[in-house]
């Protein structure tokens, strides 16, 4: 039996939370109303125009570089998640159980890498790449992602492979197996959350990047993000178009979210208990 | 014999890649890349290239970008010359700083050898002179006036004070009485203020460029902002002291505003039934005037040569090709570009046809109104930038009321003495 006063705070509790989603939502709801709108209504209040529905803005989003551009955000925000996870899950796991000196100051210096500001990571990159003939190419920017990522996948996996009870693969060596063997059939599918985790955040980090997109590509290479600006000008903003392509933006993200949501929480929760 | 045919085969695989080594350099040389932002007339341009490419066999690689993004992009590539452009745009505002910092090529020797470079606007051609050095064509010259609803207001207003009264008179709940430009920045507030306290007999300068005495805070300066600053509290729309274009086109075309004062970029669109409510009750006017006279704001747009480009002479090919009168008329009909820098373009019968349907006065008060500009509308130096930034801080400061306009235009003259101490 619930008391009143609990009764009351719950239902507090309910308003609050309807409150905050309200607030953080009500720019998506604008975005997605902006959308449907034609020009001439864009900023007449609804209750003002309310038949006033045109999908012109989708035309104009097809008609831009924005869909090329959001094929080069898929390409190198998932190639560098890749890459990221590829050599991230061994870094972790040497990090976590290879009995190596200086662990903690290494796993402190990866996070201060991550905590640097972009600034001051991207301008020798793209000096860098001025002589190595790497600006305006997606292998370039796919590597230049792979710096944002790969510290945090590090970082992370080295958490998650730390919760592993190290007589599992003690008592796996002990059976025959090779290191490997031991990473790929026992380590990792006891740290599924936490690989899916951290392949999904690292994705997001890429996949919402703007700074380094601006600074390393042109053109045919521009990201999603940078597509977007394109239609802030000179006496002119596109605002429905914006609005559109935000969404597009976002919607690949949702379902992927949805989906990974119980390795994420599992992930933050402890993989395995010891 | 064998030998000989070896020696032969030798030789012609030599040749041929010889001739394809140099027939790559050539093509090389006959590729070029323009970096652009977008404008009607810069999307213009990026639509007819073929037609270039058809002329001349110089392959042209255009980028139509964002101005934020076209910014960045471009100073990258200024500073690390890169090499990799070959055109870019060249807002007049940036060209002082961009030639002292010699990241231009100075096109003088180009010009004057060319009969096409004749027949622009001279206030729009010689903006691109800098130490008697020429350093772009122009493509883009807009120029203030001023757009009023005709169901509002019968007759507009031919004054500053008059606009002040007109805009309190009809000012309501639901329609301001004027909009204009007020976020901070020297292309924002700093772009219209002038056209007020320069009527009021204002300047920057105490006689640009001979006498550079700051003269920021002058009577004729406070004049004009006091009236700047009280116009826009009492009549303004809300939120008054953060509107910057985009905001004051917006309102004007959703009916929120009577009055809206800016460059014809910005007005002409509010005469667009497509994006504009009240486009059938828009009419245009003449910038007003005060006691020392008319003074409607000039922006020019143009196109240079980077410094680090090796490929000078095919890049001026393109930009004298782009800044064309039949590259122009072609972007007027295509595009909305009454802000073309060849006046021959308006006589244009289709040109002249196209923009008399959208408002019969448009090209004439475009055309006077451009006579009544100063090429030093904003002090061409390579320290406006960071000067009119400067005084727009305090100018929207004054307008928040967290300081008076007094206050506001002696903190400017002294930032402004400072930056160009330094």
């Known amino acids: 039996m619930i008391d009143r006063r609990t009764g009351y705070r719950f239902a507090l509790g309910r308003l609050m939370m309807i409150v905050l989603l309200c607030f953080a939502l009500l720019p998506v709801l604008w975005s997605i109303v902006l959308t449907f709108r034609p020009k001439i209504s864009l900023f007449?209040?609804?209750?003002?125009?309310?038949?006033?529905?045109?999908?012109?803005?989708?035309?104009?989003?097809?008609?831009?570089?924005?869909?090329?551009?959001?094929?080069?955000?898929?390409?190198t925000a998932g190639g560098a998640t890749i890459l990221a996870l590829i050599v991230g899950i061994p870094a972790g796991f040497a990090l976590a159980k290879g009995g190596l000196r200086g662990t903690f100051q290494t796993s402190w210096a990866l996070l201060l890498l991550r905590m640097a500001p972009p600034i001051g990571i991207v301008l020798p990159l793209f000096l860098t790449y001025l002589n190595l003939g790497l600006l305006n190419t997606r292998v370039g920017l796919t590597f230049?992602?792979?710096?944002?990522?790969?510290?945090?996948?590090?970082?992370?996996?080295?958490?998650?492979?730390?919760?592993?009870p190290s007589e599992l693969i003690e008592a796996a060596a002990i059976d025959g197996a090779?290191?490997?063997?031991?990473?790929?059939?026992?380590?990792?599918?006891?740290?599924?959350?936490?690989?899916?985790?951290?392949?999904?955040?690292?994705?997001?980090?890429?996949?919402?990047?703007?700074?380094?997109?601006?600074?390393?590509?042109?053109?045919?290479?521009?990201?999603?993000?940078?597509?977007?600006?394109?239609f802030v000008s000179y006496a002119s903003v596109e605002w429905g178009a914006i609005a559109l392509a935000t969404i597009v933006l976002t919607l690949p993200i949702v379902p992927v979210i949805m989906f990974a949501n119980r390795y994420i929480v599992q992930s933050l929760g402890g993989a395995v208990k010891g | 014999m064998k030998s000989s045919r070896t020696w032969k085969i030798a030789i012609s695989v030599a040749v041929t890649a010889m001739l394809c080594q140099t027939g790559s350099a050539w093509a090389q040389e006959e590729e070029i890349s323009v970096l652009m932002f977008s404008l009607p007339v810069t999307r213009g341009i990026a639509e007819l290239t073929d037609q270039f490419e058809e002329e001349t066999g110089i392959k042209v690689n255009v980028e139509v970008v964002g101005q934020n993004v076209f910014e960045n992009q471009v100073m990258l590539a200024f500073t690390g010359r890169t090499g990799d452009l070959d055109v870019v745009h060249v807002p007049a505002i940036q060209l002082q700083r961009w030639v002292a910092a010699g990241w231009l090529t100075p096109m003088t020797d180009k010009v004057n050898g060319s009969d096409n470079a004749a027949g622009f606007f001279p206030s729009a051609l010689t903006t691109y002179d800098v130490a008697g050095e020429n350093y772009g064509l122009p493509m883009f010259v807009e120029t203030g006036l001023m757009a009023y609803r005709t169901d509002l207001i019968d007759t507009p207003p031919a004054t500053w004070e008059e606009t002040k009264n007109t805009a309190a008179e009809v000012h309501s709940d639901a329609t301001a009485g004027i909009v204009m430009r007020t976020s901070p920045g020297q292309g924002f507030n700093m772009f219209v203020l002038p056209m007020i306290t320069r009527a009021y007999g204002g300047k920057f300068f105490a006689d640009f460029p001979g006498d550079m005495s700051v003269v920021v805070d002058s009577p004729e300066n406070l004049q004009g902002l006091d009236l700047y600053t009280a116009m826009l509290t009492e009549s303004g729309p809300p939120g008054v002291s953060n509107i910057n274009y985009p905001e004051a086109v917006a309102l004007m075309q959703a009916g929120g505003a009577a009055m809206f004062i800016d460059g014809t970029s910005n007005v002409v669109p509010t005469l667009d039934p497509e994006t504009s409510s009240v486009a059938d009750k828009i009419g245009l006017a003449p910038v007003p005037e005060g006691p020392a006279g008319?003074?409607?704001?000039?922006?020019?747009?143009?196109?240079?040569?980077?410094?680090?480009?090796?490929?000078?002479?095919?890049?001026?090919?393109?930009?004298?090709?782009?800044?064309?009168?039949?590259?122009?008329?072609?972007?007027?009909?295509?595009?909305?570009?009454?802000?073309?820098?060849?006046?021959?373009?308006?006589?244009?019968?289709?040109?002249?046809?196209?923009?008399?349907?959208?408002?019969?006065?448009?090209?004439?008060?475009?055309?006077?109104?451009?006579?009544?500009?100063?090429?030093?509308?904003?002090?061409?130096?390579?320290?406006?930038?960071?000067?009119?930034?400067?005084?727009?801080?305090?100018?929207?400061?004054?307008?928040?009321g967290i300081i008076t306009n007094a206050e506001a235009l002696k903190n400017a003259q002294a930032e402004v003495q400072e930056i160009l101490d330094q």
């Open chain 1, 144 to 164: 230049a992602y792979m710096s944002l990522t790969l510290p945090f996948v590090v970082w992370s996996m080295w958490t998650s492979f730390s919760q592993i």
């Open chain 2, 294 to 400: 008319r003074s409607p704001a000039i922006a020019v747009h143009g196109l240079g040569i980077p410094a680090s480009s090796s490929k000078a002479d095919a890049a001026y090919r393109f930009i004298e090709w782009a800044t064309s009168e039949d590259v122009q008329a072609q972007i007027a009909i295509n595009e909305s570009y009454p802000d073309f820098t060849r006046p021959a373009v308006g006589e244009h019968q289709d040109v002249a046809d196209k923009y008399a349907a959208i408002n019969p006065d448009l090209i004439q008060l475009r055309s006077a109104s451009l006579s009544d500009t100063i090429p030093n509308y904003r002090p061409l130096i390579p320290q406006w930038p960071e000067i009119g930034a400067a005084i727009g801080d305090n100018v929207n400061s004054a307008l928040n």
């Open chain 1, 44 to 75: 007449t209040p609804i209750w003002e125009a309310p038949l006033a529905w045109s999908l012109d803005n989708f035309g104009a989003l097809a008609r831009s570089d924005f869909p090329a551009a959001l094929i080069n955000s898929l390409i």
């Open chain 1, 178 to 230: 090779t290191l490997p063997q031991i990473l790929w059939k026992i380590v990792l599918p006891l740290s599924r959350p936490g690989v899916v985790a951290a392949a999904i955040l690292g994705f997001l980090l890429a996949w919402n990047d703007f700074f380094f997109a601006l600074i390393l590509t042109r053109g045919q290479t521009a990201t999603a993000p940078v597509a977007i600006m394109n």
